[in-house]
């Protein structure tokens, strides 16, 4: 098992620290997968965490200027930590103008991340700042746990609105209820509501937009049958709505998510080449 | 841009009902009277007056008159309520507090009377936020007495040089005591705290005081806990006023400009520290 990687293009390197951010704000420890293409941060829906699930994918060749690994097996190539990417995410902070960053699995006294980085200096050798982060290695007889979870067979599929107001909005209902409602038709409406004893707010946003699905599932059929204007509707804890939203610090390509009716919060968030699926359960 | 608000049920008028282009003219104020979670909140015909009260010895009034509303209308002589002010704010600050050039929240709030919840109606970049806001039986309010025959000595200072003294005060000290005198040291500040007395000194020719009307010496003791809250109210404006009467009760009276130049103001009242002679100085 081997892998080694390297970055010099500083605007890959912020990007690749702004992802970090991101998920650090969504997960304590997660599940980093590497293939030969790809790196996933993966997080699976145990109750220890809420029942949310996180899938996050990115293509190796956009970030990374160098990139090699070899998994476990010749026919499994592939590899699967478990690791506490906040480490990661500040041992890139220190990187902010560096030279080049070269990440590197080692196992000297226990399996670590390595992240060497390269920082400019005056004399002719450079200054190196190395961050050991330790990791686990995760069995090839647990990989079924990481599998990539299904689109659920959602009721409505909505765009989310522009995510800043959304933030606002969300941030606010945080400091009056620990739950939120999140309810969206095939009319393009989206409501968040909160209700306590105190008080009851609701937001309602218009003209977002369904995204179409491809029928090949039957989904569009199933949503022609639906009445355009019923919300199907999930009360979920707002805090980690609150956590997706405050996440991200650059406005998506798309966001949109998708509601199973009393069930679960699918969000699509995706980037220029990094794509994120959250899923968040509903509350009894 | 005015929201309409819906057609109210049975026919019964709201008692208050009032509309503002830019919510930020009420939150901002509002803010600088929050230092406790619930509000008495009192609407005549001539504005908003919201109230804030703590230990018995300190109270703060935000008026906004109803000039600065583009709608103010109250059906009765008066209505009073009592309000979560925390729970109001958030709803009034629903789409973020950043002052965004050419983004308002437009506002609409509307009271059916005693019993019923206040409603909220906020409007930005055409999305709509609905608050329903549970109203309580009014407190009773101290009643501070201080009208301008009683007052001793005042003066008017501009808001900028207190902002620091405010901002910076020995917060270890259990007082802070205001001398104000027809003669030197004419306005002082002092706080006694752990590492030592600090005293501040504003001369009465000083470019920053606007008025000296002082007949009396007097020298004041307030608990510092309880006048650290006006430092809100204190940042928001332009200038300030402050008076004691007979009894070295203390009125602080903030000028705040808004936005739109329009004038507010909130004042704050507070109860001499009793253990004190004048001989301690």
Redesign the interface.
Known sequence: MRFGAKIVDLACLNHFSRVMSTITKLAKTCTLRLTDGKLYFILSDKVAHGGVSMWCELCQGNFFDEFQMEGVAADHNEIYLELVPENLSRALKTAQSAKAVKIKLTNKHCPCLRVAVELPSLSSSSRIVTHDIPVGVIPRRLWNDFREPSVPDFDVSIYL??L??MK??VE??K??SNTIVIEANLSGEMNLKIET???????????LGNPPWASEDGYQSSAQARDLESMAEARIDIKKLQQLLAGQQVNPTKALCNILSKRIVHFILLHEDVSLQYFIPALA | MPLSAPPPASGQPYVLSASLDNARHLSSLLRAVHFQDHATCFATANGLRVTVEDAKCIQANAFIQAEIFQEFAVQEESVTFRINLSVLLDCLTIFGTGSLPGTTTALRMCYRGYGYPLMLFLEEGGVVTVCKINTQEPDELLDFDFCSTKVVNKIILQSEGLREAFAELDMTSEVLQITMSPDKPYFRLSTFGNAGSAHLDYPRDSDLMEAFHCNQTQTNRYKISLLKPSTKALALSCKVSIRTDAQGFLSLQYMIRNEDGQICFVEYYCCPDEDITEGEL
């Open positions: 609105p522009v800043k107001t606002s909005v606010r209902m400091n009056l004893d105190l008080v009851s707010v609701t937001t309602h946003f218009k003209d």
